[in-house]
Structure formats: structure tokens, C-alpha cells
């Protein structure tokens, strides 16, 4: 596997820039979900009984890594990968939450005032939307 030749493209546009700071913020945000993850066990919600700061960071991993190697079937079934399980974990919790209105056992974490489970859901979205802005 191999990475991208920039030498002979273009720089990198507006669009892809805002994919990986996005993308590594999202990183960010479920590095810090491990951290309150081993402060407090309670704090994080749990998918299967393995903590969602997992889900996502493998998630974002893996779009990550799509990007940056050569366009291959290895890069579209990481991406796929990525963005299903990603997408579909942050919707279930997020129904979760909108549907019970915090009466079920999801406490979500908090950065900056924001509940990381709208955090997620939004950088997924945007991540997915700004792929296919991306593709030629």
C-alpha cells in the first residue's frame, strides 16, 4: 500500500483540508471519550458492552486512512467501513437520546457544552457529505 504522490497533483484543496481537520477532530473528541472512559466507566456509553470512544475512533481511523493511501478496493472498503459504522453507531445512540430524552442509561460526555453524541453524528455527516464533494 502506498501513499498518495502529491508531487505531481494539485496542493490540497479547501475541501480536503476540511476533511481531515474534521476528521482529526474527531479523533481528538474520542481520545478524550477514552480518557473519561478510564476516569469513570459510567460517563461513556457502551455499544455491545465495548465503550463507543472505540466504535469511533476505529471509525475515524479508518476514514483516515482511506484518504490518505491510493485509491484502491483496500481505501473504498475501509471507507465504507468507516463511514457505516460510524454513521450507524452515532444515529443509534443519538435516537436513543432524542427518543428517551436522557431517561435511558446513555450519559453522554460533554466538550465545550456539547454532547459529544451530537458532536459525532455532525462530523460523520459532514466527513460522508464532503467525500462525495471530494471524488472528481
Not at 498518495?4 to 476540511?18: G, Q, T, Y
Not at 452515532?90 to 427518543?99: D, E, I, N, Q, R
Request: aromatic share 18%; glycine share 4%.
Amino acid at each position: 500500500m502506498k501513499t498518495r504522490d502529491n508531487s505531481s497533483e494539485k496542493p490540497w484543496n479547501f475541501k480536503e483540508k476540511l476533511f481531515f481537520t474534521l476528521a482529526i477532530s474527531g479523533l481528538s473528541i474520542s481520545f478524550v471519550l477514552l480518557a473519561q472512559f478510564h476516569s469513570n466507566p459510567f460517563r461513556v456509553p457502551t455499544f455491545a458492552d465495548i465503550p463507543v470512544c472505540y466504535i469511533y475512533g476505529n471509525a475515524y481511523i479508518a476514514i483516515i486512512l482511506s484518504a490518505l493511501l491510493k485509491k484502491s478496493f483496500l481505501t473504498r472498503l475501509l471507507s465504507i467501513a468507516g463511514f457505516t459504522v460510524g454513521l450507524l453507531v452515532s444515529a443509534y445512540f443519538l435516537f436513543v437520546w432524542v427518543k428517551f430524552a436522557g431517561r435511558a442509561n446513555i450519559y453522554p460526555a460533554e466538550i465545550f457544552g456539547i454532547k459529544t453524541i451530537y458532536a459525532d453524528f455532525s462530523i460523520f455527516a459532514a466527513l460522508l457529505i464532503l467525500s462525495f464533494l471530494k471524488k472528481p
